[in-house]
């Protein structure tokens, strides 16, 4: 995915800079000849630096608006991704990049957002959060309920990584954890981040000191629910994830 140097780009005038003197040189040429070529030329030149603008401004404005689809492989993240942008099913692989599409959420205000799946894989999975944690405007923590009790572990140590990584950015982005394929959503509100091996080293704390984790004690607010990316009645049957859609619809 292609980035912007934000340095620049805030400041519209190093952009004109770059242009002006090809600008004045292309005026006085054609001021020595026809003063309606000139007219011409500058209101094509008008035109597409104007549309050049737009398009920055509009690719600004969805990067900022991404939501960063997350979690540990085989949770079912690729699966809701394709759900949500085309409501069929479709069989998935593991993935070792992210995808990314425009989604058109379900609300009267036409507002879209740009989902990620990020490849969930041990080796990958931190370093594309790095890559992509910046632009976020909310991170869908995607857990597979059905494999939960036997992989606890994993999906604490990483729901802590992206917590972490969730409050030291300053847009404050939302956060969902989405328990997929079994409704078990109260043993993964009491599990997270508490179940972290304790011998290890830990590099920040979550919560409050002294005190049993609860998500009400981050500065963030952390939101839950249940959701059937493959659903009730076998692959080729109706997803359940309504209530992940009004979540998107609400965030917009």
Not at 194 to 223: C, I, M, N, R, Y
Request: hydrophobic share 40%; aromatic share 8%; proline share 3%.
């Amino acid at each position: 995915m292609a980035t912007v140097d934000s340095r620049r780009v805030a400041d519209g005038s190093d952009a004109g800079g770059t242009f002006q003197p090809y600008l004045d040189s292309l005026r006085q040429e054609l001021q020595q000849r026809d003063p309606t070529v000139l007219s011409v030329v500058l209101a094509v030149a008008a035109v597409l630096l104007t549309l050049v603008f737009w398009k920055f401004i509009w690719s600004r404005k969805s990067s900022q608006r991404a939501v960063l689809l997350v979690g540990l492989c085989d949770s079912g993240k690729t699966l809701l991704f394709v759900r949500l942008l085309t409501g069929h099913y479709r069989d998935t692989q593991t993935s070792i990049t992210d995808s990314s599409a425009v989604y058109r959420v379900n609300n009267n205000r036409g507002n879209s957002l740009t989902l990620i799946d990020l490849p969930g894989h041990e080796s990958l999975r931190l370093q594309f959060l790095e890559r992509f944690k910046s632009s976020a405007r909310a991170f869908v923590f995607v857990v597979d309920s059905a494999s939960f009790q036997r992989e606890v572990k994993d999906v604490a140590e990483f729901l802590y990584q992206v917590l972490l990584d969730s409050m030291a950015l300053k847009n404050t982005p939302s956060f969902l954890i989405a328990c997929n394929k079994q409704n078990t959503l109260r043993v993964t509100r009491s599990a997270a981040p508490s179940t972290l091996d304790s011998s290890g080293p830990v590099p920040a704390h979550l919560g409050k000191k002294g005190k049993e984790f609860e998500f009400s004690q981050l500065p963030l607010k952390v939101e839950f629910l249940e959701c059937s990316a493959k659903g009730g009645r076998g692959d080729g049957g109706s997803a359940d994830i309504q209530d992940l859609e009004k979540w998107l619809a609400k965030i917009a």
